[in-house]
């Protein structure tokens, strides 16, 4: 099962308009995502490290105040400095199609204007996520010649079984004889049976 994508909603700046955020938010987390709201006038500085204190997948902030040029650089520089830049930075407000282009040739997400969907946000961070984390919920292992996903490791031996197998090995050897060494086979070792000694009828003797 694929764990919840961890998303934090920000707004830097000193922008006091709040309710696209908070719908944002409530619809990601009704899309099954869990969701970190930091609240109005908040630092870059103070949005990277509870995004690094909260261990979020995605960083989503929200500005309307007209400093997406500064703002977006900013957060992404130090996303990398506190050494989360692999994670998603997104977002949205009133931002002109020109500027989009020129944040997302610095490397910043997919931005989303106003009347976007909530339904085609939730959609991106969930299609970013699949494709960045692709393959981590799959465990390498064989079981009859085929791959399985998913499969647990076999647990260790422990020393009271090995002591066990050890001396199972060594039963009927000699007292001072080194055991020899088992054949290593595919096929089960059939134990024959021991052949039962007659005694041999003694001739020319008595009885009593």
Same mark, same amino acid.
């Given at each position: 099962?694929q764990?919840?994508?961890?998303?934090?909603?920000?707004?830097?700046?000193?922008d006091?308009?709040?309710?696209g955020?908070?719908?944002?938010a409530?619809?990601l987390r009704?899309?099954?995502m869990e969701?970190i709201y930091?609240?109005?006038?908040?630092?870059?500085?103070?949005?990277?490290e509870?995004?690094?204190?909260?261990?979020?997948?995605?960083?989503?902030?929200?500005?309307?105040?007209g400093?997406?040029?500064?703002l977006?650089?900013?957060?992404?520089?130090?996303?990398?400095?506190?050494?989360?830049?692999?994670?998603?930075?997104?977002?949205?407000?009133?931002i002109p199609?020109?500027d989009m282009?020129?944040?997302?040739k610095?490397?910043?997400?997919?931005?989303?204007?106003?009347?976007?969907?909530?339904?085609?946000? $939730?959609?991106?961070?969930?299609?970013?996520?699949?494709?960045?984390? %692709?393959?981590? &919920?799959? /465990?390498? =292992?064989?079981? #009859?010649?085929?791959?399985v996903?998913?499969a647990?490791? $076999?647990?260790p031996?422990?020393?009271a079984?090995?002591?066990?197998k %050890?001396?199972? &090995?060594t /039963?009927? =050897?000699?007292? #001072?004889?080194?055991?020899?060494?088992?054949?290593?086979?595919?096929?089960?070792a059939?134990a024959k049976p021991k052949?039962?000694? %007659?005694?041999? &009828?003694?001739?020319?003797r008595?009885r #009593?």
């Amino acid at each position: 099962m694929q764990r919840k994508i961890r998303v934090l909603v920000g707004k830097p700046g000193l922008d006091g308009h709040d309710r696209g955020a908070k719908v944002v938010a409530a619809s990601l987390r009704d899309a099954g995502m869990e969701v970190i709201y930091t609240g109005l006038h908040q630092t870059p500085e103070q949005i990277v490290e509870a995004a690094a204190q909260e261990d979020v997948d995605v960083v989503a902030l929200s500005i309307l105040s007209g400093a997406h040029m500064t703002l977006f650089p900013e957060v992404m520089k130090l996303m990398r400095t506190r050494g989360i830049g692999d994670r998603l930075l997104t977002g949205g407000g009133i931002i002109p199609a020109e500027d989009m282009a020129t944040l997302a040739k610095r490397g910043v997400g997919r931005l989303f204007g106003p009347g976007a969907s909530t339904q085609d946000i $939730a959609r991106y961070i969930r299609g970013w996520f699949d494709e960045a984390h %692709r393959g981590e &919920a799959r /465990v390498p =292992a064989r079981a #009859g010649g085929k791959a399985v996903a998913n499969a647990k490791a $076999a647990p260790p031996k422990t020393k009271a079984v090995a002591m066990r197998k %050890r001396a199972l &090995a060594t /039963v009927g =050897a000699k007292p #001072g004889a080194a055991a020899k060494p088992r054949a290593t086979t595919n096929r089960k070792a059939t134990a024959k049976p021991k052949p039962v000694a %007659r005694a041999k &009828a003694s001739s020319g003797r008595r009885r #009593g």
